[in-house]
Every structure is written in C-alpha cells, then in structure tokens.
C-alpha cells in the first residue's frame, strides 16, 4: 500500500521517514568531522561541498514529507494512549518537523551569509542560488558566524528530539507492546488496539 491508513503507514511514508532518518545521522557525523578538520584540506572542501548537497536533498525530501502528510494524514494514535503521551508525541512531531526545516535553511541562509561566496552546486550538478541576507550585526562575517551558531545548535537539539523519538517508539514496543513502531517498519495492516 502507498498511503497511510487509520491503523498503518504507507510505503511512501515509511520512505520518507527512514531515509530522512539515515540523512539525519549522516549529515551530523559529515559536520562534525569535516568541522574538525583543517580547513585548507581540499579533502575539507569536498566533505563541506558533501553536506550542503545532503542538506539540500535533505530539504527537498522535507518539503515534500510536508505535502504529503498534508494530503495523506498520519494513522490514529492508540486509544489507550494517555492524554499526556498524546500530547508529547503531538509536540515531539511537531519539533521534528520544524528542524527539519529549519537546520537546512539555517545552513543555507549561513552560506549565503559568507564573505567567501562559495557557490552551492548540489552533486556538481544543480547550482543553488544564494539567499539574501541582511547585513546587520556588523557585517557578512560576523552573520555568517551567528548563522553557523544557530545551525550547529539546532543540529544537537535535533539529535536530542531524535534520541527522545527513537525511546519513545521502543517504549511502546517493548513496555506498552502497541503498534506504535510497528507500523513505520511493516506495510502489513497494524493490529487494532482499543
């Protein structure tokens, strides 16, 4: 099945959410290694050049993850879920959707902001233009290094929102026994839970 049901997501949901989850870990570990290194190396250049293009496909899967939530909602929560989880796993959602905005545009409004104007060419492939950045705390550099702040930032408390998802799916595997995680790792239709 390609679309959500009340019980079970669909094979373009379940897409979307692991390979967005695969481009989460991959796109920390390239900014933290590459930031970690000198920057002079053309090896550097290349790991950067390496997670602005992830970042933008990133963006793009994001954009569309959104627009296909908005035309095919997600399956019911569990009716013996406690109001209190519902709401945690409503905002926890929430959160993961905007960072997942917001952690690309950070990075690209960041090198928009550099004084360096390095082009962005997604795969050697795709240019992407620059986005306008006003020029306030006191120039380029210093945007650049407050937008680079923000980034990294947002990065960890992704990481952390993540860490929170991945225990709650595992709670209710293994201490609620729902069919909560079940049903992002299986096509099969969930089992109904009252």
Do not use: C
């Not at 959410?17 to 920057?39: D, E, K, S, Y």
């Not at 917001?102 to 240019?127: D, Q, R, Y």
């Not at 293994?174 to 839970?193: C, E, G, H, N």
């Amino acid at each position: 099945m390609l679309r959500n049901t009340r019980t079970g997501y669909g094979a373009i949901a379940i897409a979307f959410h692991w390979t967005m989850a695969a481009l989460v870990f991959v796109l920390f570990a390239l900014g933290l290694v590459m930031t970690g290194l000198p920057q002079t190396d053309p090896f550097t250049f290349a790991l950067y050049q390496l997670h602005k293009s992830l970042g933008m496909t990133f963006l793009a899967l994001a954009v569309g993850r959104l627009a296909w939530r908005a035309v095919n909602p997600s399956p019911r929560l569990p009716a013996t879920m406690p109001r209190l989880e519902r709401l945690a796993a409503h905002l926890g959602h929430a959160g993961l959707y905007a960072l997942m905005l917001a952690i690309p545009l950070s990075g690209w409004l960041m090198v928009s902001a550099s004084p360096w104007g390095i082009p962005t060419i997604v795969f050697n492939v795709l240019p992407v233009p620059h986005l306008p950045v006003p020029e306030v705390l006191g120039g380029k550099a210093e945007a650049e290094a407050t937008l680079k702040t923000v980034h990294e930032l947002l990065g960890w408390f992704m990481l952390a929102l993540v860490a929170l998802h991945v225990a709650a799916a595992l709670k209710h595997h293994f201490i609620t026994r729902d069919a909560v995680l079940t049903r992002m790792t299986s096509l099969k239709p969930a089992r109904q839970t009252t």
